[in-house]
């Protein structure tokens, strides 16, 4: 059973922001950005209360900016998905999870070193170039179940 529900143009969507926002991460590193939008979509919690689509994740905006980068600057969009990103895609959509995305609802590159905490979020580990951040302890427990 699939983690989240989704169609094929979901598959489409999650691949070209794995694409995107890691492909200089090789596969390991777009399947962990590609679990913190599985993630946020399956938390229902703190900043992604609400959410109910991949489209939902992708394209939400905080503090008046896109969430991800990728989306705010548009380079989401230059490259169409290969098939070797649409089969990461669907794999974190239906399965795939791994320490530090593991339970992560945010990740950044910071270009130094990853600071303990993200806006107020505990420090989950790196994968080359990102850090990951889970919810604090008791904020979200619906992360931790999917």
């Known amino acids: 059973m699939a983690r989240v529900k989704y169609t094929d143009n979901d598959i489409n969507l999650v691949a070209r922001m794995m694409r995107a926002e890691a492909e200089g991460e090789g596969k390991l590193g777009m399947l962990m950005v590609g679990n913190v939008i599985v993630n946020r979509l399956a938390a229902n919690c703190l900043d992604f209360v609400g959410l109910r689509s991949i489209s939902d994740v992708i394209y939400q905006v905080q503090g008046g900016n ?3 980068e990728a989306v705010q600057k548009g380079n989401v969009f230059y490259n169409r998905a290969r098939d070797v990103e649409k089969r990461l895609a669907k ?5 795939w999870r791994q320490h530090p995305s593991k339970f992560a609802l945010w990740y950044f590159n910071p270009y130094g070193e990853c600071p303990p905490t993200w806006y107020d979020q505990p420090f989950a580990g790196n994968f080359k170039q990102h850090c990951y951040y889970e919810p604090q302890a008791n904020t979200c427990e619906s992360v931790y179940s999917g």
């Open 91 to 95: 794999q974190t959509l239906d399965y």
């Open 66 to 68: 896109y969430s991800f």
